[in-house]
T-cell receptor
Framework: KAGVTQTPRYLIKTRGQQVTLSCSPI?????VSWYQQTPGQGLQFLFE???????NKGNFPGRFSGRQFSNSRSEMNVSTLELGDSALYLC????????????FGPGTRLTVT | GQQVMQIPQYQHVQEGEDFTTYCNSS?????IQWYKQRPGGHPVFLIQ?????EVKKQKRLTFQFGEAKKNSSLHITATQTTDVGTYFC?????????FGAGTTVTVRA
């Protein structure tokens, strides 16, 4: 089975811009979660989607949003980028929203200048 | 909200030695998972513990879930250079997953 894929792998944006990141889960997995990873803060939960519905949300401002499509693929969007948004954004898929075992993608490295 | 602490934050180990990393939660957990992230890589699922006092082994790695289901440990014996990386615990309660900050392991050959 192919693993979780994320595109793009690397991205450089300037402050004030917006960005959209994409995630394709493992085939058959219906839950997708997004995390932000920075050296100082570790893995911070952004949100989780299951069956196109946001099931859980972390403590991030409204500039961070996401969605899930009927094929379980997911996108996250960050608007009005700030320097502090520079991070590795990881997507993880699991079978359902009641399955804890997470399979992570390689991540998108976002740099905001 | 749920607080997860991992100790130590950094572990410098001589090759061949043993070490243990700990994960402590402020609340009782449904289950706990462990992940390993190699430098430059992404977290990879290692194992899930569900039952109170559960112990699972994977080769040189031994995982234990506390009796009160509020803490867990990962013990690695005879550390090898392939053990380098950051080990995260993922704590689940009410279908919400919180990660510890991780223990970053370096190995001296």
């Amino acid at each position: 089975k192919a693993g979780v894929t994320q595109t793009p792998r690397y991205l450089i944006k300037t402050r004030g811009q917006q960005v959209t990141l994409s995630c394709s889960p493992i085939s058959g997995h219906r839950s997708v979660s997004w995390y932000q990873q920075t050296p100082g803060q570790g893995l911070q939960f952004l949100f989780e989607y299951f069956s196109e519905t946001q099931r859980n949300k972390g403590n991030f401002p409204g500039r961070f949003s996401g969605r899930q499509f009927s094929n379980s693929r997911s996108e996250m969007n960050v608007s009005t980028l700030e320097l502090g948004d520079s991070a590795l954004y990881l997507c993880a898929s699991s079978l359902t929203d009641r399955t804890y075992e997470q399979y992570f993608g390689p991540g998108t490295r976002l740099t905001v200048t | 909200g749920q607080q997860v602490m991992q100790i130590p934050q950094y572990q410098h180990v001589q090759e061949g030695e043993d070490f243990t990393t700990y994960c402590n939660s402020s609340t009782t957990l449904s289950n706990i998972q462990w992940y390993k992230q190699r430098p430059g890589g992404h977290p990879v699922f290692l194992i899930q513990l569900v039952k109170s006092g559960e112990v699972k082994k994977q080769k040189r790695l031994t995982f234990q879930f506390g009796e009160a289901k509020k803490n867990s440990s990962l013990h690695i014996t005879a550390t090898q250079t392939t053990d380098v990386g950051t080990y995260f615990c993922g704590c689940s309660n009410d279908y919400k997953l919180s990660f510890g900050a991780g223990t970053t392991v370096t190995v001296r050959a």
